[in-house]
């Protein structure tokens, strides 16, 4: 086993190995979704409990505190991650007193995770050497809850460490990134990407790559719940190629199910479509839908750029209402005629 949990981290994981000597209260590690950032957070964080860690910082795999890491009961490691993560992760999520149960799974850290957190905190080793306080998604941490983690980093006892993991550096507070030491995660390189796929038996990988947005991550196994499933992402398609002229009929059926993508995935596949237009509209080729190039560039022929980029402005919007009980349906047949108008000849 490698410290690396992907062959794109080993310099990352070789940089948290040399730094295990000389911890900080808190690491910061910062990448685009799907990076691995998490994972990788996560071997560090049972490489700093293995008591026969390897040279290169590999857990061993066998002692007591890999066997406690692996059975998911080692009392001196708090994960701390939003509700929708830790159904996602298979991770133990406790809700708020007398909260009640809704469809749609919280993507913040609330202040009750971190008051809980104070008092793991507060608490001494159990095992009688470091601890480690593991937090995703640092950049969508409600303003009580990063007050409190605040305090905790700044005093933290001897011993403790914080490995926080963001997907947007800078939703983090400066306050929070200025008390951390900071790590970016990349995406590998594409020829990279392209060969792990490969190894992982993955059909179609450079169009996976493309849609996954150059994420290997994404394009096997997704977890951010922002993307669709083959089918449905043909039954997507099916309307946005249609353009100006989609008709309420077809709107209906792909859309009038009870089942199908969040308002947060619907909003993330059509702003990735918006900016390819603009992107073949310039005399670029596409970044997502590769294999779209020809209807791309006939719809951007005819569509005024300002609309579009006007359009893409409040498809992104979207993403900030993910935990309001949208209907999700009546979203998608609203924002499928508003995607109509927008591309629009003449229109501006």
Not at 141 to 167: C, H
Not at 184 to 191: S, T
Not at 210 to 233: F, I, K, N, Q, Y
Not at 242 to 263: M, N, Y
Request: hydrophobic share 40%; charged share 25%; with cysteine.
């Amino acid at each position: 086993m490698a410290l690396s949990p992907y062959p794109w981290l080993e310099n990352e994981a070789q940089q948290l190995n040399e730094a295990r000597e000389s911890l900080p209260n808190a690491i910061l590690l910062h990448g685009p979704r799907g990076s691995g950032a998490f994972e990788l957070a996560l071997r560090f964080a049972e490489s700093l409990l293995c008591e026969r860690p390897e040279t290169d910082g590999a857990p061993c795999g066998h002692c007591k505190g890999c066997s406690l890491i692996a059975a998911k009961t080692h009392p001196d490691i708090q994960i701390v991650v939003s509700e929708y993560l830790a159904q996602t992760y298979d991770l133990p999520y406790v809700p708020a007193p007398g909260a009640r149960k809704t469809a749609t799974l919280s993507r913040e850290i609330r202040i009750h995770q971190s008051r809980a957190l104070t008092d793991f905190v507060n608490m001494a080793s159990n095992q009688g050497g470091r601890r480690v306080v593991v937090v995703y998604p640092a950049d969508m941490i409600g303003d009580q809850a990063a007050a409190s983690l605040l305090k905790n980093i700044e005093e933290p006892p001897e011993g403790l460490v914080y490995l926080l993991v963001a997907d947007d550096i800078d939703k983090v507070l400066p306050t929070i990134r200025s008390r951390s030491r900071l790590i970016r995660i990349g995406l590998p390189k594409r020829e990279e990407a392209l060969s792990w796929l490969e190894a992982q038996k993955v059909t179609h990988p450079e169009t996976r790559l493309a849609l996954a947005g150059g994420s290997p991550l994404r394009a096997t196994d997704d977890r951010s719940g922002l993307e669709v499933s083959d089918a449905m992402r043909e039954q997507i398609l099916t309307i946005l190629r249609q353009g100006a002229t989609i008709r309420f009929d077809d709107v209906l059926r792909a859309f009038g199910r009870k089942e199908g993508p969040s308002v947060p995935a619907w909003s993330f596949f059509l702003s990735r479509w918006l900016f390819d237009i603009l992107l073949v509209g310039q005399g670029l080729a596409p970044r997502y839908f590769i294999d779209e190039k020809a209807t791309l560039e006939a719809l951007a022929t005819k569509a005024d750029p300002r609309a579009v980029m006007a359009f893409a402005d409040e498809v992104n919007l979207l993403r900030q209402v993910a935990e309001h009980p949208l209907n999700a349906n009546l979203m998608w047949a609203t924002y499928a005629f508003k995607y109509s108008a927008a591309v629009m000849p003449g229109r501006g």
